[in-house]
């Protein structure tokens, strides 16, 4: 099927609009703007490569990238979202989200704070990191990553999470569920959201006071539980309490195999039967990963602003196939021809 090509231009503007915003870019002036910048952009996106192999506009581009602060990646990205997310009434639901983390491979000398350190097993000497937070409602068939921002080690994880969600808010009509995976299970994170009035899900590792409960419980047998936890901050102690779900050998049909359960909420209401349902929603925000890996543009630089601006780029990319191109064609296909129609535009200047 062949797509007006109409459309691929209004979206090569919006592409356009991301960058020169972004990077404080006039466009249609004597200096490079995301009108020039988008085919290297998106020849390496294709090509799963870097923009240095398919163009010589990296310095120029870098040069810019560098020149900005990393907040105005974010918050334009967060502009973008606004717009598009008209096209399924954003402002008018009330939304689960995730949040994960993710992380892109450093091959070199790990230096700054920027870093995170890594085993050097495959030459991997340290990773990028950065946070996100998708919606990951079930009336959305896939999952509409909401914001992104780099973190440096010994970050605060409470205070970033919760600062997400303070941009997120004005933009939907409320937040139903936070959906996190074990790495989130937290003190101060539980207790920094119940005092926001966030309700959370938060999958439990198993610790010894977890295994110590599943062990007295009956297969197939579930149940709740109060947990009071004190948190030490800055010499000050902070009680907290939230509560603990426990299943213990649920059959999963997909799997056919059974599994323990934790979790930690502060709902005010726990539906046991379907606690694990809500939180299999999460999943999603790994395949919109695995997505966007396919757009994947690599860079060797060490500097957080160009590695989180080609990360934002990606994730541009896949919410413009999400919103608009998702029901016609792959997301392979929409950004080569994208990219065709990139060509296009130059041979018409």
Request: charged content about 25%; hydrophobic content about 40%; overall charge positive.
């Amino acid at each position: 099927m062949t797509l007006d090509p109409a459309r691929y231009f209004r979206t090569l503007k919006t592409l356009d609009t991301f960058i020169d915003r972004s990077l404080e870019l006039k466009p249609k002036s004597k200096f490079l703007s995301g009108f020039h910048y988008n085919r290297d952009l998106l020849k390496s996106s294709v090509a799963n490569t870097y923009v240095e192999t398919v163009g010589n506009r990296a310095d120029s581009l870098h040069l810019a990238i560098k020149k900005v602060p990393v907040s105005n990646i974010y918050w334009e990205y967060l502009e973008t979202v606004k717009i598009l997310g008209t096209k399924f009434w954003l402002q008018e639901k009330e939304v689960v989200l995730a949040f994960d983390y993710t992380d892109e491979d450093f091959y070199g000398d790990p230096q700054g704070f920027w870093i995170h350190g890594w085993t050097g097993e495959h030459g991997i000497s340290g990773k990028f990191k950065f946070l996100t937070c998708s919606i990951v409602s079930s009336d959305i068939p896939q999952k509409i990553p909401l914001i992104s921002v780099p973190v440096r080690m010994g970050h605060n994880m409470a205070y970033t999470v919760t600062w997400c969600l303070t941009v997120i808010e004005p933009i939907v009509k409320s937040i139903s569920l936070i959906l996190f995976d074990r790495g989130f299970y937290s003190k101060e994170l539980m207790l920094t959201l119940s005092n926001s009035k966030y309700p959370y899900l938060i999958f439990v590792p198993k610790n010894p006071k977890i295994r110590k409960e599943l062990a007295q419980m009956e297969e197939a047998e579930k149940k709740t539980m109060q947990y009071k936890f004190k948190l030490n901050i800055n010499k000050t102690v902070l009680k907290g309490e939230t509560t603990l779900a426990l299943l213990k050998q649920i059959f999963d049909k997909q799997s056919d195999k059974s599994y323990d359960w934790a979790f930690a909420t502060n709902q005010s209401t726990i539906d046991l039967d379907h606690i694990i349902a809500s939180y299999k929603r999460r999943w999603r925000i790994e395949t919109g990963f695995r997505i966007q890996d396919e757009a994947r543009i690599k860079s060797k630089s060490t500097d957080v602003n160009v590695r989180f601006f080609y990360f934002a780029y990606e994730q541009v990319l896949q919410l413009l196939w999400i919103i608009l191109y998702k029901e016609e064609e792959s997301f392979k296909v929409f950004m080569i021809d994208m990219y065709e129609e990139c060509l296009k535009r130059y041979k018409n200047v």
